[in-house]
């Protein structure tokens, strides 16, 4: 039971550790958030939506509550992280800290890329919270959150040029605890291309957060791909939210390759007739690392698609972990909504635990979920092996197509080569 | 979409069929629940020591537990003090035969179309008849015995066969699994005891009626079923009540033992009194189903027809412990109006090379939520475990609901699991096809929904398979106008 009120004494602790009066802007939308986190407080082993990730266990492990509630400082030598195939037009956080000197923004010009601090500078009154999401980590972010980016893309923009979006963490001498909120307007019949990705360098310990609100306008298209292969010990929680407005489009891709204790929320909101949303996961997990997607569609609407796939390996001792819900509210007839999570357990110690869950209040709608877990083909593998193709290699073939089902949905050439370049030298360096 | 209305109006001015009650002169215990009431119930019964001890323990357990808040229903809280847990129909003398037997009940059960001596002439059932919590005639009781079989009221075994009570009762749902399953160790007033002893193959079905019966009553009802190695048996269990306007409240236990290549098949037809149109009433349903495949190569197969109740809340599980071990799940469950519905079931693999098979049907009309929950759990040792899952759901109208709660947990790669779920209305194209055929919109709306439960209703065996349809058309006729 020890550890029990262990866990309890965190979030208290965390509780009366954070002093809003560290932050010089954005109080108001602080305070609130703070008020409603206090009410439900980090999530206790018994909640639902944390029931087999244990975030809070994780935190007390490697974090006191004061090293929790405040920002980290850090050094540019950080830099060897970037990635020079994303050079182009760069957004970059260091420890949760917008990064002028690192940046490179050549977006169009008409598009707003500024820091989130900066735009709320100049115009006070900008609405960066307004979807509310009742998950605790995402309260928690909008509590603590030290910088952030703003995104607009007016009317009937269609920018081509995909924006990389880089947090660092330099955890080389000290634990760092970072959270960052990017706020994004894509505006009618206009378009965006988003990278994000993230980075830590030392050993230390890593919380981060990241909370992520979208909002797609009438007859407009965002193009959204997480990648999340960082080599650090990194506990991350991040809340993505999606509000697609009428006719609009939208392509999710998450894609999860290292990280200690990973959890994505992503939550789809269709809120307008005629819309079309795909998200696509791939998780491969190894070691002791876990790895969990929390998906959540929700029709509001009529008439509109949406279309899930999500894909994992899980090797060594860990864990992978979907949840995935698909909610057809009362009256969004003609809803088609479909589901899909494949497992494949590669060792004897990885487990997995899924629950797709569909809730329906409207008659004309087709659903379905699928959802499977197994192990590789015998026969496939022999297969391969009777036309003299190693063991080990056969392997890896098998599971890069398994993965490619996913992979191929990418429609950028310079990024769908990328993950594939990353997707292979696991596997082959793996099997 | 008038069709459709129209349709719905009759399919929801359907009012219950078997809905009256008979006056029986209840022998009841005082309203409330407390040691004392456990102490009533026991000394009615004339319950050995360690069975009282038993229950007190189930009852303090229960005093520190919280009644669940998960399950996908509402209702208004219910006050467990303004219940009363036991009532028994009055009788001067244990009757030996059925002419003893208090004429009122047979007439009970003649209104039900299950009168015991027919069925005794002409099915060959040997029916352990329960009305109110207290079991008065069980036949064909000689004609098993010759086979070792022992089929009784759980009062009954209590005193004859205390032994077997013992050594199996909480066994396989222990009185502090659950919320309702610990209300019930502790008050539980009769039910029925099946054992089969060693290489018997029971040679009829056997069956239980359930009759929730006077007013207030709360039934808790506690089966338990064990199987020898290398036995057989199928055990029907089939439930009607008359019409309330109050709530009553049903929390069974039910378990099932099966040792090494026992099998053991329990179906249930539930048609309990689901409340009016308007919701009002309705029995509560509460009930905790497990079986253990305790041997290897041992079989539990559970097929469900639910309609009734107001409220649902039911999940027969197997826990697939021995190797080679067998578990099946055959449902459908129907809403109409506002009932609730939240149940499904949990395989739970343990033993190497278990298998399992869900196959749940919803059918959800008018304003009622239709839920399935399930679980299957493959644990670590459990090597090339197979598990198939299919739930789904059938929407008819607008204002229904229907909702899937599938957990999967695998924790050995070896295992192969597989679950699909989907959720539609009746398809445009389907109906075309049929009109194509010159098949009338009624008459092909009909051929779908039974089709769409075919593969559950396939398992029940013959005996009930009756009035499983009978219930069915009963539903569907409304609906198909």
Known sequence: MSTATEKQSLSTSLIASIDLAQFSFANEQRTKAFEAFKTIGLPEPKNEEYKFTPVTRSLSKHFSASELSKPTDANESVKSLLNPEFSENRVVFVNGMYSKTLSTITSDSKVTVQSLNEALASNPSLLFDQLNTTDPFALLNSTLWSDGLYINVPKNIEEQKPLFIHHLHDASSEKVSAHTKLFITVGESASLQIIEKTDTQGNQPVFNTISEDIIVGENGAVNYCKIQNDAGQLIQVANTTIHQHRASRADTYTLTLNGQLIRNNLNIIIDGEGCESHFYGLYLSDGDTLVDNHTTVDHKKPNSFSNELYKGLMDGKSKGVFNGKIYVRPHAQKTNAFQSNRNLLLSDDATVNTKPQLEIWADDVKCSHGCTTGQLDEEALFYLQSRGIPKATAKAMLLYAFAAEVMETIKNEQLKNYIDSIVSERLHKSY | MSKDNQVLEEFTSKEYEHGWTTDLESDSAPKGLSEDTVRFISAKKNEPEWLLEWRLKAYRHWTTMKEPQWPNVTYPTINYQDIIYYSAPKQKVQPKNLSEVDPELIKTFEKLGISLTEQKRLTGVAVDAVIDSVSVATTFKDKLGELGIIFCSFSEAVKEHPELVKKYLGSVVPPNDNYFAALNSAVFSDGSFCYIPKGVRCPMELSTYFRINAANTGQFERTLIVAEDASYVSYLEGCTAPMRDENQLHAAVVELYAMKDAEIKYSTVQNWY????????????????????????????????????????????????????????????????????????????????????????????????????????????????????????????????????????????????????????????????????????????????????????????????????????????????
């Open chain 2, 274 to 481: 689901p409340g009016n149109k308007e919701g009002k009433g309705g029995i509560y349903n509460f009930v905790t189903k497990r079986g253990l495949c305790a041997g290897d190569h041992s079989k539990i197969s559970w097929t469900q027809v639910e309609t009734g109740s107001a409220i649902t809340w039911k999940y027969p599980s197997c826990i697939l412990k021995g190797d080679y071990s067998n578990g099946e799940f055959y449902s459908v469950a129907v809403t109409n109006n506002y009932q609730q519905a939240d149940t499904g079931s949990k395989m739970i693999h343990i033993g190497k090379h278990t298998r399992s098979r869900i196959v749940s049907k919803g059918i959800s009309a008018g304003k009622s939520q239709n839920s399935y929950r399930g679980q299957v759990h493959i644990l670590k040792r459990a090597e090339n475990a197979r598990n198939f899952s299919q739930c789904d759901s059938l929407l008819m109208g607008d204002q229904c609901g229907a909702h899937t709660f599938p957990y999967i947990d695998v924790e050995n790669k070896s295992a192969h699991v597989e679950h699909e779920a989907t959720t539609s209305k009746i398809g445009e194209d389907q109906i075309f096809y049929c009109l194509q055929r010159g098949i009338d919109e009624e008459a092909a709306v009909a051929l779908i929904v039974n089709g769409y439960a075919k593969e559950v209703l396939k398992q029940l065996p013959m005996e009930f398979a009756v009035e499983a349809q009978k219930l069915l058309a009963l539903t569907l006729e409304g609906s198909v106008g």
